[in-house]
C-alpha cells in the first residue's frame, strides 16, 4: 500500500457542483468569470443546491427564506459575552456558535432531505447574523438587526457597520461572496463531506468544515496576507522583505495552490476590485504593495496569488476588521458546503480512506515495572 502525501491527485468523490478543469473554475458548468460579473451571492446559492440557476420568483422566494431565518437565538448572542471575547479568534467564536445554533433547532436530528435543506437555509441565513454580531459585541456595539430589503451583500456590511453600504461595497462584498462560495473537494468541503458521510447531522459538517477552513494553509490566508502588508508597511520595504521571506524558505501568504498551476481564476477579479477600492480609500499603498509582492513571488517562484491574496485589501478598503476575513469566507463557503453536504447525504457512503503503517513491526507487551 503506497500513500499519496496530503491525498495530492486522489480523486474522491464524483461530484455535480463546481469544478476545477485547466485552471478553468465553473460552478455547475458556469465560468466563475461569468458569474463573478452578473450573479448575485443568493443566485449562487441557489445554483449550487439546486444545480441549476433560479428562476425569478424561486430567486424572490429564496431571499424570503434568507430574511425570515437570519435571527439567531439570544442565547447563541449571550454566549459571546460569558468569555474574554477580544482574545478569541473569531473564527473559533464561530466555530462554537454555529455548533451551539443545531442545540435550538428542533429539527437538528431530521435527516429527511426536506429537513436537511431547512437546516441549509437556516445555517446560511443565521451565519451573517453571527459574524457581525460577534464583530460589534466585542467592539461593546450592539449587534444591528439585518433589514430585509437588502441583498445578502448588503445585510452583512449593514449588520457590521450599521450603515448603509455605497453601491460599490455592496458589488465588491457581493463578488467576493460569488468568488469564494464554492471550490471543488478543497480541505473544508472535504472536511464538511467526510463529517456527514457517517450520517451526522448537518451542523457537524459545517461545524467541523469552519475548523477546517481556519487554518493558514487555507481560508485563514487572507488575514495573514493583511499582516504581511500591515508588517511591510510600504511599497519601498517590499523587495527587501520579500526577498529574505524568500530566501529563509518561508511560505508567502495568499500564493500557491495545490490544484492551479498558471494561476487562480478568482484572484483577478479580487485585483481589480482591490485597485478600484483601494483608489476610493485614498489607500493605494495597500494595493501596490500587492502588485509588488505579486511580481516578485510569481516572477521568481512561478506561485502565482490564490483568492486569499488580493482579497485581503478588497475586505481592508471596506473598513472590515482583519480577523473577519476569514470568518467572511466561512459566510460565503457555507453556500458551497452544505451543497456537498446535501450531495453526499443524496448518495451517501462512508468515506474511510486507508494509511500506510510505516511504524515499527509487531511487538510483544512488556508490563511497566520490567520497560
Ligand atoms: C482558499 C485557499 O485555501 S487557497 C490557499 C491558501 N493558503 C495560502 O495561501 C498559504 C500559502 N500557500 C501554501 O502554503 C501552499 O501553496 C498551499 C497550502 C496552498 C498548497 O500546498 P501544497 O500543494 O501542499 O504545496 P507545498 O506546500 O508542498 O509546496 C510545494 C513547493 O512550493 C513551495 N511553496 C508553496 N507555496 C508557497 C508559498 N506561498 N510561498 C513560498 N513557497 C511556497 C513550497 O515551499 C514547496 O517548495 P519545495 O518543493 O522546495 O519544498
Ligand atoms: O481548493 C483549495 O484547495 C483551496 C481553495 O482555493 C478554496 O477552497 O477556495
Redesign the pocket.
Known sequence: MTSSK?L?GVVATQSAISSIIDDTLTYVGYDIDDLAVNASFEEVIYLLWHQRLPKADELVELKQQLADNMAVPQAVLDHFKTYDIKHVHPMAALRTAVSMLGLFDEEAEVMEPEANYRKAIKIQAKISTLVTAFGRIRNGQEPVAPKTDLSFAANFLYMLSGELPEAIEEEAFNKALVL?AD?EL??STFTARVAVATLSDVYSGVTAAIGALKG???????E??MKMLTEIGSVDNVETVINE??AN??????????VYRKG?PRAKHLRDMSQKLTKIRGEEKWYDMSVKIDEI?TGQ?N?PP????YSASVYHSLNIEHDLFTPI?AVSRTSGWLAHILEQYSNNRLIRPRAEYIGPGMQTYVPVEER
Do not use: C, S, T
Open positions: 496530503g495530492e469564494h471550490h478543497n480541505a493558514p494553509l487555507h481560508g485563514g490566508a487572507n495573514q496576507v521571506k524568500l524558505k518561508e511560505k508567502i501568504m495568499g500564493f500557491g495552490h495545490r487562480d513571488v517562484k506561485l490564490n483568492v486569499d491574496f469566507f
